[in-house]
């Protein structure tokens, strides 16, 4: 073998066994290697470009990137090259120069869904929304299941104020697989928010495979596969809002932007008239205690019950209430007849279906003469609720006619003094059709 044959046979060993010692994290050993390629050739490209991401993976930046930029101009058709020299621009925040050697390597090879992610990622921390929404669009064209452009389209829309486009690209992340460690109820959650209905409830089949006695898991699974139910199982009402509790208030007002403390408390003055401490008042499933704020001050005694320990663990630091009780509502209010001037149960209705003997418990515990004001969850439309008057939506809350809800008041003793259609809350970014009740013993 020649001399020069011998040589080029040396350098392409000492290539391999520098590419080697780089993958397996020997960063010393492979500068060494490196090294002795370029003291052979000192415009050997491969050995350039690799020292430079190795001197950037040891924090000398400037040393890479003048390494980087020099491999690059004597190989300038190689697109992972120019890739990988923006990669490391970002790293360094040059993004204005990043984006400059992310559209290099796309020039090369603009079908490339990983560059236009890295490009939108660059444009992104530019402050160049449109054109990074247009550059993670294009990814997305090209891979349309590549989760970090998604997840990039979330962050995007979020900061602009969109929550509907951010939670459909934070979804389309999150379903895709694998899906083991995984929340299979954020997974049955985000199927259904993106009009996947029956892929939701197949979660929630495996999840019953997975825990058998989960109840969230069987009444989630009821809602999504629209199983006929007449009210959610207490078991799953305390599981529900025992791990919600510590988040309620910021989840249930902020993010669903609940408004039915201040409709509670519009009623009550058209009504009654300006609060004083006149009334014995229970507030059923008062959670947190949300309505607190507006019961109080017109309340001789407020008491709470609700099934959630946990919420009620949070009602008791607002210091408004004279008894708070863990306890089935109905259950209690058929133990205390005529006790009540006012019963108040915001968003309570939504977790039963039949309501016949709330209607008659709440009656029971009001004395002559007394107000019973409640929320509930309606449907655009008739034909959207069962002809029983009710159904489980795939929300997970029941939705009741207004004929259902006006024909049982008046079976329990009840005289309609106010219904009227009033959304308290929004999902999906869309208002939520709701009811707001109030009755006269």
């Not at 997975?210 to 305390?238: C, K, Q, W």
Request: hydrophobic share 40%; net charge negative; charged share 20%.
């Amino acid at each position: 073998m020649s001399h020069a044959g011998d040589l080029t046979e040396f350098m392409a060993q000492t290539f391999e066994e520098a590419f080697r010692l780089h993958a397996a994290g020997q960063l010393a050993e492979a500068e060494q290697e490196y090294r002795v390629l370029l003291e052979l050739d000192v415009d050997h490209a491969a050995a350039l470009h690799y020292l430079g991401i190795l001197m950037h993976q040891a924090g000398r930046h400037d040393e890479a990137l003048e390494s980087l930029q020099r491999a690059a101009e004597l190989v300038p058709q190689q697109a992972d090259w120019r890739n990988d020299q923006g990669n490391v621009l970002f790293a360094c925040q040059r993004y204005g120069e990043a984006v400059a050697a992310y559209r290099q390597a796309l020039a090369l090879r603009p079908d490339d869904a990983q560059f236009w992610n890295n490009c939108g990622a660059a444009l992104r921390e530019q402050g160049e929304r449109e054109q990074a929404i247009e550059a993670l669009l294009r990814a997305l064209e090209l891979a349309p299941q590549l989760a970090p452009a998604m997840l990039q389209l979330a962050t995007l829309y979020e900061q602009s104020g969109d929550r509907m486009q951010a939670s459909r690209y934070q979804c389309q992340a999150y379903v895709l697989p694998p899906h083991e460690g995984k929340s299979p109820e954020m997974l049955a959650i985000s199927y259904y928010f993106l009009g996947q209905v029956d892929q939701a409830a197949q979660v929630c089949r495996q999840w019953l495979v997975d825990e058998p006695a989960n109840p969230v898991a069987r009444h989630m699974l009821d809602a999504y596969a629209g199983a006929p139910a007449t009210s959610a199982s207490l078991d799953y009402i305390a599981r529900r809002f025992d791990d919600y509790a510590d988040h309620f208030d910021h989840n249930l007002v902020d993010n669903l932007q609940y408004r039915g403390p201040q409709i509670l408390a519009r009623l009550l003055e058209d009504t009654l008239g300006p609060a004083g401490p006149a009334l014995d008042i229970l507030d059923v499933g008062c959670g947190t205690g949300l309505c607190a704020p507006v019961l109080a001050p017109r309340a001789r005694r407020l008491d709470g019950v609700d099934l959630s320990a946990n919420m009620l663990r949070h009602a008791h630091e607002r210091g408004s209430y004279h008894q708070l009780v863990q306890a089935e509502a109905s259950d209690w209010m058929e133990g205390r007849g005529g006790q009540y001037d006012l019963v108040v149960a915001c968003d309570v209705v939504i977790y039963c279906g039949g309501l016949d003997r709330f209607f008659a418990a709440t009656r029971h515990a009001l004395r002559e003469g007394g107000y019973f004001f409640f929320t509930a969850e309606t449907a655009q439309t008739d034909d959207e609720i069962g002809g029983q008057g009710y159904s489980l939506h795939p929300s997970g809350r029941f939705r009741h006619r207004r004929d259902y809800l006006e024909q049982g008041l008046r079976a329990a003793g009840f005289r309609v003094v106010i219904l009227q259609q009033e959304s308290l809350r929004v999902e999906m970014q869309q208002p939520v059709p709701g009811l707001v009740v109030l009755a006269r013993v």
